[in-house]
């Protein structure tokens, strides 16, 4: 049985700490949006691009909210939070079990493909930072990548604190491999108040940056969707690639709209024939 005290390992305090540090962005857009062409990526080194459920979307894999307002059928309130794993571990447990195994019936499409070629020809700086916890972006070959609300792929155990690569339900309580104790691991998932993985990496990574590149997110999920203030405050090129503008288009010094499918692999092909013309 889960109480309170399972849901976080005493020595990691990973639970209700303050979101992301607040950026104070001051004279945004006083010399006008620059828009992100050839031309202005001549100089461009450091990138940082940040994914959302849409880029997955083409994949088969349903966003967050869909037009009904919930995720796959659900409240996020009833499976995206700590206290829902408190109230309801068995609900929970199936609905992470459920898109588990689904993984198995999708597939990377041309945009993860797309981002995965630009990791392995892309001469400079690169960070991927997903909010999926799907596993297509791996698949389809990204390897500078960082999971900030963790994976369906791994399991954490609440009794040792060991995370494993996981494949099979947890909804039937399997023993932990490390330390035995069964029925006490759960998937590793930020949920709300939880605090994501990498924060400090993906600060840093976005501070570096020439280009921040946004893709298939609503802007809605913070601290992801700020990422785009603190990138701009540091002086980076702002892009947006998104089926409908989000909630932060505005922040961007240029949205495209349109599929993901489409949209990121023309503009790799333009990074990269960008990066071979320097
Ligand atoms: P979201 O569902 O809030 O927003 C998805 C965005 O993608 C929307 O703005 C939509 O217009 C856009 N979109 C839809 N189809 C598209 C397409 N074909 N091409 C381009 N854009 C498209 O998702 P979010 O902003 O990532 O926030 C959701 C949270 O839910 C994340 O924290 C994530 O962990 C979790 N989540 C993950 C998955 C996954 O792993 N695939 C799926 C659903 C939710
Ligand atoms: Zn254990």
Sequence with gaps: MLDAGDLVHPDRRRLVAPLFRTVTVTGLFLDGPHPVSPAT???VNSIVVLTGAGISAESGVATFRGPDGL?????VEDVCTPEAFVR??????RFYDERR???AEVKPNPAHLALARL???WPGQLLIVTQNVDDLHERAGARRLLHMHGELTS???LACDGRFRWHQPLGDGPACPECGVAGKMRPDIVWFGEIPYGMAEIEAAVEEADLFISIGTSGAVYPAAGLVRLARHMGARTLELNLDPSEGSHLFDESRLGRA????PAFVDELLGSANAA
């Design 41 to 43: 990526m001549k100089d």
């Design 71 to 75: 995720w796959e059928g659900h409240r």
């Design 88 to 93: 309801n571990a068995a609900l929970v447990q």
């Design 101 to 103: 195994a689904r993984l």
């Design 119 to 121: 990791d392995r020809e």
């Design 155 to 157: 399991a954490w155990c």
């Design 261 to 264: 499918g489409e949209l990121v």
